[in-house]
């Protein structure tokens, strides 16, 4: 084994030339295997093991400072920095994270995991560099979707006019997560059947010296090609053909499945877990993926929108066929899904845009001066917004109602189970009055017709109006969405201290039922609310602010606002006291 | 008069074609006489004259769909489109607003003021039509600097892959607010050098179909070249050179001048009032950019950047001159200034983005992954934070402490007068620890020797610290940053009635003196916030939470979050309850 003697990219410089191709295997053999066990994005790393090995052949990181876009196809570099453990000793697995970490190696700079940044990255170090008279080189690798994202193209257009080296190499697999979308991607198309000599170059187009190299997963051709930009004075675009998947045949085959896996069998291909790309029956991408298709059926315009993630909206491979015109995957673009669908929304369709909260926020400023300054009724799913939901720090979605609560015109809601929640997403598909986001739980789906037993017909949420699901007194449990289960709890074992407590259903997240809460000092001592996200900024705050100076005392729970990493989500909870012992003590001392 | 009878775009279509030379003179004399007297966007406005007429002449509004990007340059359309009278009859000026309105004009499709917006909604409409069956084209006209914002190429990577007609007008006038910046700017020059022909053409890069006009000044050929792309079936770019500022000579040699005026003599140019590019002496822009300036000369690490708006941190043409490799422009493309300054404050340089707080906004995402969660030691400057700052609903400025306030690892720092805000300028350029906003006040500068007189040395900020400016009881104002001269005020109005209430200084924005704050119900049983920003999500609200479970009561102040628009600050306020007699009336009957 090469693998074993490989401390850092100092040992890759030190190995004979001919040996390459073998570290290569070694290093595709051990992502392959530690995927296999514990899961992780597969396809995108296997398929650039030959262009990180070249890398670190010519580059001489730390001090030359190479950028992995998103850096979820950053795991060869971290085999090959140290790290190789994490990958080939079971004992080890999960001792690295998934993404760039700069507390984890002075080979990651930056701690990373949206899309599109690296080249914005690389423009500030080889400024930094520049300022103070220093000479290293800086290079960006991007590719693998995050070309149609905004920030990438505004990071292109400067790095042309850097006036100084810096490199962009574009790994180009002719994948994004779901398949490409968008102009450039023909571009890309163009320059890979030309050999890079098709004419209308956009990198060409915006000043970059270009060169294309079709051999992107040839070690050898990828060190001839780096060593020629080794010092560049100029900004360069090097553009690479490599394979997603490369290696594996059942993630050549079908790159997206092999995104991201879970646990799978490597001789049969056989998934232990969920993969992405899957949609598993029953849970709430299902459950809106199926309605969604129904509800286009009956009224050709509702269109479905994703940013290049189809499935966490339910929207397989079948699915987007039978919806045909009435789904749109823009490719990787939050900023312009949101304003897209404002427009489609203004002209009389009702889209519905699924997103993830972590990449809900790349659209801040076109959810408030696009969606809520025009107040166009299109519906949001705002989708895995929870503790419960991804736990890498990169990806926390939790944060979301923090940044929605304060947005003019939105309706923001939090169903509590499966039924209220596709009552309220009808609801939103029906209306043309304003923008909607739904919280679609975070947790798994749970059937609960009870709570939306107040409803004889379609139910009206044009006016906030919270529920009271138990009427009590001395104390008022304010249950948000998927925490209204805790709520439940918490009252129940009020009931066994003898305090027949309320419990609301507030359903609305940003409007508030004005009438109730004020109502609440009347028969009750203390209010407590209960929400699934951080409390700066949250919900339960504005609750506070209205009865803070009321004859009541307030007490909000929630998650504190730090980058936690890696977490327990019910261990996060019991630091930031959010357990129903913990609660109830406090309600009990606050009595 | 042609214009007199210009009552809709119906009437342009029905002059004799000889007449629209005319037309257009006599609608840029009208904007140019209008901004004369009250200020405006003059030279984006005179430089889309012609191609104005030639879009009513040749399409059909409100049927096709006109996009005005950022809508700053849609003054002839709305001379056209039933408002002229805002233009031409002084005792109507003003009753227009300054950007597209759809309560004004059904010929307005949207409220909008951001840049980059435009093909994004285009592609909405275009899609709308296609799911309803109808038949109408769609025309976004962008150019003026808002090709460099990411949100323009995504929406142009999905305009080109749209498979229907969409039209899009790039208004090239060589100009953005300040300049150009971006390689984007090259290749449009390379085009307009060869008169379109120019290999490696971006648009044809994407797949587009490309035209090009040289003549963007000139009516009939724009209707002609206009004329070719009705009902057009894919996409299309009609590149048109202009000249910004076109037929007003002052406007057409200082275009970056005249972007925005105030009121100025048209014979002779003279200003009477503040124009784009001017940094009047005094100003916290003038105090901004002279600090900042002696700092880059002590340390050649200290970096200036701005997306497009120099002027606003007091960077004039000089300045900038001085500042040489130490001052970035990144042309309007605020997502990637914000990783940008990440990584250069990550690499050792101390980079200071100044930015108005409505355009910050456009890097939420870049702020929370990029910036904070790498706890990069950079340092923003939110500019005009306000209520008393931009008054356009596409503007406002007071949106800034909710959207930061549950940003990890973030100081948000807000100062009270010039000597507060320069030591705390100073104090986050010499730290290595953290990310700093500071809230430049949006009110005039005020000297305070006495509010920084409890530093001795240079002021350690490394632990948030409120300063008890005066010690009372019974009530506590807490007054943030410029709001705190509206806290002295109430500490002195309640003093008359017989209280003597205890005032703070919070100085910080996003953190907490926990120890002060739980200190607060001893002495007193009222505290009040005071906030120059939306009270939902924002820092009274944090406040109140904190004291909600204790014996005392908490009422915050600060603005409603609607879309206000075209207000009187003062007024605003006022409904609001913030005012002195209602906060002192309000403390009296909660004691």
């Known amino acids: 084994m090469l693998l074993e003697h490989i401390a850092s990219p100092r040992d890759v410089k030190a190995l004979d030339a001919t040996a390459l191709p073998q570290l290569c295997d070694e290093v595709r053999r051990a992502i392959l295997e530690n995927a296999a066990a514990v899961g992780g994005h597969l396809a995108p790393n296997l398929g650039v093991v030959e262009l990180t090995v070249a890398l670190h052949r010519v580059f001489d990181s730390p001090r030359d400072k190479i950028i992995f876009d998103v850096s979820h196809q950053s795991y060869a570099h971290k085999v090959l920095t140290g790290r190789a453990a994490a990958f080939t000793d079971p004992a080890h697995y999960g001792e690295v994270s998934g993404f760039s970490n700069p507390h984890e190696s002075e080979h990651d700079f930056f701690s990373m995991g949206h899309t599109s940044t690296s080249i914005s990255l690389a423009c500030g ?19 693998d979707g995050s070309l149609s994202g905004g920030l990438a193209f505004e990071g292109l257009d400067n790095a042309a006019v850097l006036n100084s080296g810096i490199v962009i190499v574009v790994n180009d697999n002719d994948q994004s997560i779901a398949e490409n979308h968008g102009g450039i991607y023909g571009c890309l198309a163009r320059l890979r059947t030309s050999g890079g000599t098709a004419s209308n170059n956009i990198f060409r187009a915006m000043g970059f010296d270009y060169r294309y190299l079709e051999e992107g997963n040839d070690v050898d051709s990828l060190v001839e090609a780096l060593e020629a930009l080794r010092g560049i004075d100029h900004p360069v675009v090097l553009h690479v053909h490599t394979t997603k998947g490369a290696g594996y045949d059942p993630a050549e085959r079908a790159p997206e499945v092999w995104h991201h896996v879970g646990s799978f069998d490597i001789e049969s291909g056989r998934k232990h877990t969920l993969i992405s790309g899957d949609v598993p029956e029953g849970t709430y991408a299902d459950i809106t993926g199926a309605h969604l298709l129904e509800a286009m059926k009956r009224d050709p315009r509702v269109v479905g929108v994703t940013a290049g993630m189809p499935y966490v909206m339910g929207f397989t491979q ?27 929304a203004a002209a009389g369709a009702s889209p519905v845009f699924g997103v993830y909260g972590a990449f809900l926020q790349r659209s801040y400023d076109e959810l408030w001066h696009d969606l809520c300054l025009n107040c166009a009724p299109a519906t949001i799913l705002d989708i895995g917004a929870s503790v419960f939901g991804a736990s890498a720090e990169t990806h926390l979605n939790y944060f979301d109602l923090a940044m929605l609560g304060s947005l003019p015109n939105l309706r923001v809601f939090a169903p509590t189970c499966v039924e209220e929640y596709l009552l309220m997403l009808d609801w939103s598909l029906g209306q043309r009055e304003l923008p909607v986001v739904i919280r679609v739980p975070g947790t798994k789906p749970v059937s609960r017709p009870d709570l939306v037993a107040d409803f004889t017909d379609a139910p009206d949420f044009s006016k906030p109006a919270y529920r009271v699901v138990k009427h009590g007194q001395d104390v008022a449990v304010l249950a948000l969405g998927d925490f209204f289960e805790l709520g439940e709890r918490v009252v129940a074992a009020l009931a066994e201290h003898g305090i027949q407590a309320t419990l609301v259903n507030p359903r609305f997240a940003s409007e508030f039922d004005e009438e109730l809460i004020s109502s609440l000092p009347d028969r009750h001592r203390v209010v407590v609310t209960l929400e699934d996200g951080v409390l700066a900024g949250g919900w339960g705050e504005k609750i506070a602010r209205r009865l803070s100076d009321r004859d009541v005392r307030v007490r909000c729970y929630g998650i504190d606002n730090h980058f936690h990493d890696r977490f327990d989500p019910r261990k996060l909870l019991e630091q930031n006291g959010v357990t129903v012992e913990g609660i109830v003590r406090d309600i009990t001392s606050l009595l």
Chains 1, 2 share one sequence.
């Open 125 to 143: 170090l080889a400024k930094a560099r520049d300022l103070a008279g220093e000479r290293y080189d800086v290079v960006a690798v991007i590719g």
């Open 318 to 344: 079948e699915r987007r066929a039978q919806a045909g015109q009435q789904f749109v995957d823009v490719g990787i673009a939050e900023e312009h899904a949101v304003t897209f669908i404002t427009s489609l």
